[in-house]
């Protein structure tokens, strides 16, 4: 199966990841300490393990050095996530991302600073590109500025930011074949965390922030004292059926990919692909009720799919 013509917002998104793909060169080795290196990605497992049950799982499903290093990943982005995410007023948090953004960019991170040395190491050694994680930075920063999104195109845009990136700096770690995959990653990211959005409406509107396009709310009849109610009705379920069903559209356009990745890290990233689409039929097994329960899939329920998944990502093709 090949990837569909792209629509507008893809071919943005597209060209930021290829302009981020060539802004780098190599970061140095940082040479240091192997005893404080093993610290710092202990911190990173320590961090994911308590943060993501799901992504601790996928990239369990690596080979060690990658393991490692996803997880250093993933710890980089946590820490990104909390600093914008804290009670703190604005300017504060502004202060303590760009502080944290110098930490993390520093080519020999301190020794006592465990996710920034590990983060080092781990684009040292998978020659990732610095503009993903300023990318990132970037799109992370944006919630301490807008908590609306007009239309899909701008939830998009953000969902580049915050997600994709994480993709496109994973595939560096996995191996890839070359800017063919640019795309698949893009959409696979807009893909996880659109099903994000979906499965946190409740917590993201205690946050002050709605993240659901703003002219498809209005187009089902749908306001802020609606969402406020925690109603369920039809204008409700059929709103959320059109937003799963493009969800479900993003992974199908997005799994392809998988087959452009190197063999030993297909089924970590299909696992964690169809893990998160498992929460779309969560969603509809419990009539998508969003705003008083919290979607998610048990851990009986990841491991009796992974069988399958490893099934389909050794045949993963893209043709």
């Known amino acids: 199966m090949s990837l569909q013509l792209p629509q507008s917002w893809e071919y943005r998104l597209i060209s930021w990841a290829e302009e981020a793909l060539r802004s780098d060169v190599p970061t140095p080795a940082i040479n240091a300490d192997a005893q404080a290196l093993d610290a710092a990605y202990h911190q990173c497992d320590v961090i994911t393990r308590t943060h993501s049950r799901t992504f601790y799982m996928a990239s369990g499903l690596l080979p060690v050095e990658k393991r490692r290093a996803a997880r250093a990943l993933y710890a980089f982005c946590r820490v990104t996530d909390d600093i914008v995410d804290s009670p703190a007023p604005n300017a504060t948090r502004q202060t303590e991302l760009a502080a944290w953004q110098q930490r993390v960019t520093a080519d020999r991170p301190a020794i006592n600073d465990p996710v920034a040395l590990a983060w080092a190491d781990t684009k040292a050694r998978f020659n990732i590109p610095s503009g993903y994680a300023d990318q990132l930075i970037d ?34 770690i996995i191996g890839f074949a ?8 893009v959409k696979l990211g807009v893909g996880l965390q659109v099903t994000n959005i979906l499965r946190d409406v409740a917590e993201d509107m205690r946050n002050g922030r709605i993240y659901l396009p703003a002219d498809e709310l209005a187009a089902h009849g749908i306001d802020d004292a609606y969402m406020q109610a925690g109603v ?33 890290g297909r089924f970590a990233i299909a696992a964690a692909a169809e893990l998160y689409q498992a929460i779309l039929t969560d969603i509809e097994q419990h009539d998508y009720q969003v705003f008083n329960r919290r979607a998610h899939i048990g851990m009986f329920g990841k491991l009796r799919r992974l ?7 050794r045949r993963a093709s893209i043709a």
């Open 139 to 172: 799109g992370v920063a944006r919630d301490l500025t807008q908590v609306r999104y007009d239309t899909f195109d701008d939830l998009a845009e953000y969902s580049y930011g915050v997600a994709s990136t994480v993709g496109l700096m994973a595939m560096h």
């Open 178 to 185: 070359g800017e063919e995959a640019l795309p698949y990653a």
């Open 232 to 264: 369920v009705d039809d204008r409700w379920r059929n709103f959320m059926r059109f937003q799963i069903e493009r969800n479900r559209q993003l992974y199908k356009d997005s799994l392809p990919g998988i087959a452009l990745l190197d063999p030993d």
């Open 307 to 313: 069988p399958g998944i490893w099934m389909r990502s």
